[in-house]
């Protein structure tokens, strides 16, 4: 936990970078609806940023987007992209042995977002692809993969967020106490289950990658609840590849 309370101008600023990022094209009162801020407070972050060259206004009616001066504020990253392209062969091996469909899911934000899928070498895909869908946290099996194993600081931080961007209308209390007993039945089995609303064809469990004690992604299946499919052999799969995986991420480090 950091020495001294966190600079709320830093935290405002990273959260409309966040909301811009999530669209094309944003106008100040959408980007006050995704972050909560006031009005006042957006166009001055907006503006601000966009004296310094990460923002463009192309006018009231149309709105603001991001330069491609933000790409400079990853440039010096390289773990993640480098964890991802070894995770390829992981995911594809995973694939061939049980059939279904893998995907590799990270953080962004408020959801999770598939990053690498198998949709296109499994014979029993569900759909066409997945790739950069946004995952609620509260309801998905990655999302909830990874509430279940990051720090109480981390998920106390994204239920205040969801609840502030009106991602949910619960407080960040009522959010915490629907979810307590669901996480720990997670922690419990391993493994984290879509809820059975969403689709009552397919089912989707996932599991934590966590890199020398830090959670980087989530690692899930998904298949047909009617296919008789053997969880029991899905999930070792899963956890001899959630190995694989880690393993690979310790020498991308």
């Known amino acids: 936990m950091p020495s001294f309370n966190p600079i709320r101008a830093v935290e405002r600023t990273i959260a409309v970078l966040r909301a811009m990022n999530a669209e094309t094209i944003s106008r100040i009162s959408e980007l006050q609806a995704r972050t909560g801020l006031p009005s006042a407070t957006v166009v001055r972050i907006v503006e601000t940023l966009e004296s310094l060259g990460y923002v463009q206004n192309h006018g009231r009616r149309v709105g603001y987007t991001l330069t491609e001066r933000v790409l400079e504020l990853s440039a010096g990253y390289h773990g993640l992209p480098l964890f991802l392209e070894r995770a390829k062969g992981v995911l594809l091996g995973l694939t061939e042995d049980i059939r279904w469909p893998a995907a590799l899911a990270t953080l962004d934000g408020?959801?999770?977002?598939?990053?690498?899928?198998?949709?296109?070498?499994?014979?029993l895909a569900h759909t066409q692809s997945t790739l950069q869908k946004r995952l609620d946290l509260l309801t998905r099996a990655h999302g909830r993969a990874y509430l279940a194993h990051c720090s109480e600081e981390e998920r106390a931080s994204l239920y205040a967020r969801l609840s502030q961007g009106g991602f949910i209308s619960l407080t960040p209390e009522q959010i915490d106490a629907r979810m307590r007993p669901i996480l720990a039945q997670v922690r419990h089995l391993g493994y984290?289950?879509?809820?059975?609303?969403?689709?009552?064809?397919?089912?989707?469990?996932?599991?934590?990658?966590?890199?020398?004690?830090?959670?980087?992604?989530t690692l899930g299946v998904t298949f047909f609840r009617g296919a008789r499919a053997d969880?029991?052999?899905?999930?070792?799969?899963?956890?001899?590849?959630?190995?694989?995986?880690?393993?690979e991420g310790t020498e991308a480090d």
């Open 192 to 217: 984290a289950e879509r809820d059975h609303d969403i689709d009552p064809q397919t089912t989707t469990l996932a599991m934590p990658v966590q890199i020398e004690g830090r959670l980087v992604a």
């Open 231 to 247: 969880r029991g052999n899905i999930l070792d799969h899963m956890s001899r590849a959630v190995a694989r995986l880690e393993a």
């Open 110 to 123: 408020t959801a999770m977002v598939v990053r690498l899928s198998t949709i296109p070498e499994s014979p």
